[in-house]
């Protein structure tokens, strides 16, 4: 009976005008996109520098900065409230501004100071900016060091599991992550309370199928689906952005199936309460945006507030993202990844049964 | 032997009470009618009856289970087939019927003697989408798809709502077969015309039942002179009709109105002359026997007067 029933479901899914060119489409949409999108790599900061000094020291600071990739020096101004002129009109993002005699300064006193303004209406970029910014200062004058003082301290920063800090290896897991979330949470969301809508639920409740079956014959078809998608965003990850996972592909696949299991059921959960597509459309993005922005997926949960943490914790999503990199980048196994695993099937025991549960034939 | 008991049956939705405590029961291979216009709780009887809502207090038994705490029972007994169209659009004919035997543990080929006299009609089109069929054809189907396993009781909630007049009498053609092979029949209609086709009818109104009795029986006992009336200027006839002293009730009946009189000895010529006197003339008055729609309008009157 069950194969029938599952049978079922993905004939209603292909003879969908829509929705299997959605599931083809969608991964690799995002794929293509997302990691270009959302990537935080600062490059090319518009400078304007105020060089009221004019001297070798000041023209070949401004040198260096141009040289590195991070900065353009786009204008010079003759006075610090003309550079104002330019950030206000957004032609620069950052000032720097160089004093009168900054150079017999730096000779004499070996103390001279310069200004940075930075331009914060993007918060990220004018931070990272200022930052990128101070360091090749410093980085100018320890290197200008002839006189013998060298840094005492030398400190070589050496990045492991994303040596290169390519931000599209640290994003692809993530991505990955989110994908499966929307498409095989959003489709079972929708799928009783669509039955419900259509009527189709009445006549299957007048029959003697179980609820276990029943409920199985819907999650099953998304955890295929699930696969599918899984597999094309792995060749995709590996062809466009040669990322592929240094841990067992073995692992990654029976880990993503457990998610899938969790979104799914989650998902059968809120339409066996929603009396309508639409609600259960909103409902489901009520806690996919909370899931999503509390998983670590954008930003560390570990720089959260103590209570975010918290909420953090109930989030079967942060612990996927975090299986997900160990396996992607870091390469770990299932002995490293207990925690999050039994994080997760708890997730997966709990919705789906709750999903079994709360789906009743009689009201 | 009683395929179905159902007694005191009380429903409220909120601040809406649905059933007011109802009871019938139907004998195996009895077809039974529910008759009442929308919203009158039809309906809602079904959903209990069919284990799809529980009632509020009273007992429903079908086949000898009680819709508690046998309803695993009855759902592999009854055939259901609700007032909308509630088969999967996107399967074929032949994948929806395929698709309902198999969840009653059964198949196509084991029942269809059943089924044929219905299915064979649809057959040519067994290859077409449920979505692409017409409104006769999909009732067609779900009423196969309703017998596949061979149910015991069959309830048909409002078959023919939305269905042309050629089908709709093909249609009670076919349940008549299906009563002869002694499958307890429920239907309901908003149709009085289809009420006569039972064997028995309930007449149901806000919840209650008003009069259950075979359809002449029905008719019979309503111990009131009937008269239909036509003329050319029909609403201000009838608003001068209601005022009559003689006339208890009149109502508007398709083309023509259909008046109650107080008293039997009342004759046509006296309703023409007493119209004749208030300044209508050219009146077509003629005496008449009651139908099940004139004794629905006349109990429902009588009921609110109450």
Known sequence: MLKYLIEKEFKA?????????????????????MPWAANLDIKDIKVAVVDNDRSQLSTGLVNKINSSTYFIVERYAKSYNDAKTMVQNGEVDIILEIPENYEKDQVREKNAKVNISVNAVNGTRGAMGGAYLSNIISEFFSGRNVSGQTALINVATQTRYNPTMDYKKFMVPALMTMLLTLLCGFLPALNIVSEKEAGTIEQINVTPIPKFTFIFSKLIPYWIIGFIVLTIVILLAKIIY???????????????????LVVSGLGLVISNYSNTMQQAMFVMFFFMLIMIMMAGLFTPVDSMPEWAQLIAGINPMRYFIEIMRMLYLKGSGLSDLTRQITALALFA??????AIISYRKKN | ????????????????????????????????????????????????????????????????????????RIRERVGYMPGRFSLYQDLSVEENLNFFATLFKTTVEENYPLVKDIYSQIEPFKKRKARDLSGGMKQKLALSCALIHKPSVLFLDEPTTGVDPVSRKEFWGMLGRLKEQGITIIVSTPYMDEAKLCDRIALINEGTFMKIDTPAGITSSLEKKIMSVKGDDMYPILKALRELPIVDMAFGFGDMHHITLRDFSTTTDAVVKMMGNIGFTNLEVREIDANIEDCYMILSKMKSEN
């Open chain 1, 13 to 33: 899914i292909m003879r969908n005008k829509f929705l299997p060119k959605l599931i083809l489409v969608f991964p690799v949409m995002m794929m293509l996109l």
């Open chain 1, 242 to 260: 040669g990322v592929s996972p240094v841990g067992s592909l073995a692992t990654f696949y029976l880990l993503a199936s457990v998610f899938v």
């Open chain 1, 349 to 354: 025991a709990a919705f789906n049964l709750w």
């Open chain 2, 1 to 72: 032997m009683e395929s179905i008991i159902v007694k005191d049956v009380t429903k409220r939705y909120g601040s809406v009470q649905a059933l007011r405590g109802v009871s019938f029961s139907a004998h195996k291979g009895e077809m039974f009618g529910l008759i009442g216009p929308d919203g009158s709780g039809k309906t809602s009887l079904f959903r209990i009856m069919t284990t799809l809502l529980l009632a509020d207090s009273g007992s429903v038994t079908v086949d000898g289970f009680d819709v508690r705490k046998d309803y695993k």
